[in-house]
T-cell receptor, first 112, second 108 residues
Framework: DTEVTQTPKHLVMGMTNKKSLKCEQHMGHRAMYWYKQKAKKPPELMFVYSYEKLSINESVPSRFSPECPNSSLLNLHLHALQPEDSALYLC???????????FGPGTRLLVL | KQEVTQIPAALSVPEGENLVLNCSFTDSAIYNLQWFRQDPGKGLTSLLLIQSSQREQTSGRLNASLDKSSGRSTLYIAASQPGDSATYLCASPADMRFGAGTRLTVKP
Protein backbone atom coordinates (compact mmCIF):
# COMPACT_ATOMS: atom_id res chain seq x y z
CA ASP A 1 0.00 0.00 0.00
CA THR A 2 1.59 3.25 -1.16
CA GLU A 3 -1.30 5.50 -0.27
CA VAL A 4 -1.16 8.90 1.33
CA THR A 5 -4.57 10.33 2.20
CA GLN A 6 -5.48 13.98 2.68
CA THR A 7 -8.60 15.62 4.04
CA PRO A 8 -10.48 17.67 3.16
CA LYS A 9 -10.28 17.59 -0.64
CA HIS A 10 -11.55 21.15 -0.89
CA LEU A 11 -11.63 23.97 1.64
CA VAL A 12 -13.00 27.50 1.44
CA MET A 13 -12.19 29.81 4.32
CA GLY A 14 -12.34 33.45 5.23
CA MET A 15 -9.33 35.43 6.33
CA THR A 16 -10.38 35.27 9.99
CA ASN A 17 -11.08 31.54 10.10
CA LYS A 18 -9.04 28.77 11.70
CA LYS A 19 -8.92 25.46 9.88
CA SER A 20 -6.70 22.39 9.67
CA LEU A 21 -5.50 20.12 6.89
CA LYS A 22 -4.85 16.48 7.65
CA CYS A 23 -2.50 13.95 6.08
CA GLU A 24 -2.15 10.27 6.91
CA GLN A 25 0.06 7.38 5.79
CA HIS A 26 0.38 3.81 7.02
CA MET A 27 3.51 2.79 5.17
CA GLY A 28 5.77 3.16 8.19
CA HIS A 29 7.46 6.17 6.63
CA ARG A 30 9.38 8.39 9.05
CA ALA A 31 9.59 11.51 6.86
CA MET A 32 6.55 13.61 6.00
CA TYR A 33 6.33 16.79 3.95
CA TRP A 34 4.02 19.71 3.23
CA TYR A 35 4.23 21.39 -0.19
CA LYS A 36 2.33 24.33 -1.64
CA GLN A 37 1.54 24.39 -5.36
CA LYS A 38 0.16 27.33 -7.30
CA ALA A 39 -1.40 26.85 -10.72
CA LYS A 40 1.07 25.87 -13.45
CA LYS A 41 3.97 26.00 -10.98
CA PRO A 42 6.00 23.21 -9.36
CA PRO A 43 5.40 22.20 -5.75
CA GLU A 44 7.31 24.35 -3.24
CA LEU A 45 8.51 22.80 -0.01
CA MET A 46 7.03 24.24 3.18
CA PHE A 47 7.90 21.86 6.03
CA VAL A 48 9.59 18.51 6.59
CA TYR A 49 9.19 16.25 9.61
CA SER A 50 11.60 13.45 10.36
CA TYR A 51 10.80 11.01 13.15
CA GLU A 52 7.99 13.34 14.25
CA LYS A 53 10.35 16.29 14.68
CA LEU A 54 10.35 19.40 12.52
CA SER A 55 13.44 19.12 10.37
CA ILE A 56 12.98 21.84 7.76
CA ASN A 57 10.92 25.04 7.78
CA GLU A 58 11.31 26.92 4.52
CA SER A 59 10.67 30.36 6.08
CA VAL A 60 6.94 29.83 5.96
CA PRO A 61 4.76 32.58 7.55
CA SER A 62 3.56 31.81 11.06
CA ARG A 63 -0.07 31.74 9.91
CA PHE A 64 0.82 28.18 8.80
CA SER A 65 1.52 25.90 11.76
CA PRO A 66 2.51 22.26 11.20
CA GLU A 67 2.05 19.47 13.68
CA CYS A 68 3.08 15.81 13.67
CA PRO A 69 1.19 14.07 16.51
CA ASN A 70 2.51 10.61 15.60
CA SER A 71 4.45 8.80 12.90
CA SER A 72 1.37 8.32 10.68
CA LEU A 73 -0.28 11.71 10.92
CA LEU A 74 0.65 15.21 9.79
CA ASN A 75 -1.50 18.31 10.26
CA LEU A 76 -1.27 21.84 8.91
CA HIS A 77 -3.10 24.41 11.01
CA LEU A 78 -4.23 27.54 9.20
CA HIS A 79 -5.06 30.89 10.78
CA ALA A 80 -5.58 34.38 9.39
CA LEU A 81 -4.67 33.38 5.86
CA GLN A 82 -4.48 35.77 2.92
CA PRO A 83 -6.11 35.35 -0.51
CA GLU A 84 -2.64 34.73 -2.01
CA ASP A 85 -2.42 31.58 0.14
CA SER A 86 -5.02 29.97 -2.11
CA ALA A 87 -3.33 26.96 -3.67
CA LEU A 88 -3.16 23.17 -3.78
CA TYR A 89 -1.55 21.87 -0.58
CA LEU A 90 0.20 18.56 -1.04
CA CYS A 91 1.39 16.13 1.58
CA UNK A 92 4.07 13.54 0.87
CA UNK A 93 5.91 10.86 2.78
CA UNK A 94 9.08 8.82 2.32
CA UNK A 95 10.74 6.03 4.24
CA UNK A 96 13.50 8.43 5.23
CA UNK A 97 14.33 12.00 4.20
CA UNK A 98 15.64 12.11 0.63
CA UNK A 99 14.14 8.82 -0.51
CA UNK A 100 11.26 8.12 -2.90
CA UNK A 101 8.37 10.42 -2.10
CA UNK A 102 4.73 9.41 -2.27
CA PHE A 103 2.14 12.14 -2.59
CA GLY A 104 -1.44 12.48 -1.48
CA PRO A 105 -4.16 13.91 -3.75
CA GLY A 106 -3.91 17.34 -2.16
CA THR A 107 -6.30 19.84 -0.57
CA ARG A 108 -7.53 22.63 -2.82
CA LEU A 109 -7.67 25.74 -0.59
CA LEU A 110 -9.50 28.95 -1.46
CA VAL A 111 -9.13 31.94 0.87
CA LEU A 112 -11.76 34.62 0.44
CA LYS B 1 21.50 24.77 -3.89
CA GLN B 2 20.17 22.26 -6.43
CA GLU B 3 18.24 23.83 -9.30
CA VAL B 4 16.07 21.64 -11.53
CA THR B 5 14.81 22.77 -14.94
CA GLN B 6 12.64 21.18 -17.60
CA ILE B 7 12.43 22.16 -21.25
CA PRO B 8 10.14 22.40 -23.13
CA ALA B 9 7.29 23.67 -20.95
CA ALA B 10 4.76 22.06 -23.28
CA LEU B 11 4.85 19.34 -25.91
CA SER B 12 2.16 18.05 -28.28
CA VAL B 13 2.59 14.80 -30.23
CA PRO B 14 0.36 12.48 -32.27
CA GLU B 15 -0.68 9.18 -30.75
CA GLY B 16 1.81 6.35 -31.22
CA GLU B 17 4.90 8.56 -31.31
CA ASN B 18 7.90 7.83 -29.10
CA LEU B 19 9.02 10.89 -27.15
CA VAL B 20 11.65 12.13 -24.73
CA LEU B 21 11.19 14.58 -21.87
CA ASN B 22 14.23 16.39 -20.53
CA CYS B 23 15.31 17.36 -17.03
CA SER B 24 18.48 19.25 -16.08
CA PHE B 25 20.02 19.77 -12.66
CA THR B 26 22.90 21.92 -11.47
CA ASP B 27 24.57 19.80 -8.79
CA SER B 28 26.18 16.64 -10.17
CA ALA B 29 26.36 15.23 -6.64
CA ILE B 30 22.66 14.51 -6.94
CA TYR B 31 21.64 11.63 -4.65
CA ASN B 32 18.64 10.44 -6.68
CA LEU B 33 16.11 11.69 -9.22
CA GLN B 34 12.38 11.00 -9.35
CA TRP B 35 9.89 11.41 -12.18
CA PHE B 36 6.23 12.18 -11.46
CA ARG B 37 3.04 12.54 -13.41
CA GLN B 38 0.38 15.10 -12.43
CA ASP B 39 -3.10 15.28 -13.89
CA PRO B 40 -4.90 18.65 -13.67
CA GLY B 41 -5.90 19.53 -10.11
CA LYS B 42 -4.58 16.23 -8.76
CA GLY B 43 -1.66 15.05 -6.66
CA LEU B 44 1.61 13.67 -7.99
CA THR B 45 1.97 10.04 -9.05
CA SER B 46 5.46 8.61 -8.77
CA LEU B 47 6.64 7.03 -12.02
CA LEU B 48 10.31 6.14 -11.55
CA LEU B 49 13.16 6.79 -9.14
CA ILE B 50 16.79 6.54 -10.22
CA GLN B 51 19.50 6.24 -7.60
CA SER B 52 22.79 8.05 -8.24
CA SER B 53 24.50 4.68 -8.71
CA GLN B 54 22.10 3.71 -11.49
CA ARG B 55 22.04 4.78 -15.12
CA GLU B 56 18.43 3.97 -15.92
CA GLN B 57 15.13 2.52 -14.73
CA THR B 58 12.28 1.02 -16.71
CA SER B 59 8.59 0.55 -16.00
CA GLY B 60 6.36 -0.63 -18.83
CA ARG B 61 6.52 1.92 -21.66
CA LEU B 62 8.61 4.31 -19.56
CA ASN B 63 12.38 4.46 -19.35
CA ALA B 64 14.26 7.04 -17.31
CA SER B 65 17.98 7.68 -17.54
CA LEU B 66 20.39 9.64 -15.38
CA ASP B 67 23.69 11.17 -16.49
CA LYS B 68 25.27 12.88 -13.51
CA SER B 69 28.29 14.15 -15.44
CA SER B 70 26.13 16.15 -17.84
CA GLY B 71 23.52 17.06 -15.23
CA ARG B 72 20.68 15.53 -17.22
CA SER B 73 17.89 13.02 -16.91
CA THR B 74 15.49 11.93 -19.62
CA LEU B 75 12.12 10.21 -19.52
CA TYR B 76 11.41 8.16 -22.63
CA ILE B 77 7.77 7.26 -23.36
CA ALA B 78 7.25 4.60 -26.00
CA ALA B 79 4.16 4.39 -28.21
CA SER B 80 2.42 7.35 -26.60
CA GLN B 81 -1.33 7.22 -25.92
CA PRO B 82 -3.93 9.95 -25.25
CA GLY B 83 -4.05 8.71 -21.64
CA ASP B 84 -0.42 9.78 -21.25
CA SER B 85 -1.53 13.42 -21.48
CA ALA B 86 -0.50 15.09 -18.22
CA THR B 87 2.23 17.25 -16.72
CA TYR B 88 5.48 15.40 -16.06
CA LEU B 89 7.75 16.69 -13.33
CA CYS B 90 11.24 15.65 -12.33
CA ALA B 91 12.55 16.19 -8.84
CA SER B 92 15.59 15.74 -6.67
CA PRO B 93 13.99 14.13 -3.59
CA ALA B 94 17.09 14.62 -1.48
CA ASP B 95 16.98 18.37 -2.15
CA MET B 96 13.17 18.51 -2.30
CA ARG B 97 13.41 20.58 -5.46
CA PHE B 98 11.16 20.18 -8.51
CA GLY B 99 11.37 21.18 -12.11
CA ALA B 100 8.51 23.31 -13.47
CA GLY B 101 7.25 20.37 -15.51
CA THR B 102 6.49 19.57 -19.14
CA ARG B 103 2.82 19.58 -20.10
CA LEU B 104 2.35 16.71 -22.56
CA THR B 105 -0.62 16.41 -24.91
CA VAL B 106 -1.00 13.24 -26.98
CA LYS B 107 -3.48 13.77 -29.79
CA PRO B 108 -5.64 10.87 -31.02
Amino acid sequence: DTEVTQTPKHLVMGMTNKKSLKCEQHMGHRAMYWYKQKAKKPPELMFVYSYEKLSINESVPSRFSPECPNSSLLNLHLHALQPEDSALYLCASSRLIGETQYFGPGTRLLVL
Amino acid sequence: KQEVTQIPAALSVPEGENLVLNCSFTDSAIYNLQWFRQDPGKGLTSLLLIQSSQREQTSGRLNASLDKSSGRSTLYIAASQPGDSATYLCASPADMRFGAGTRLTVKP
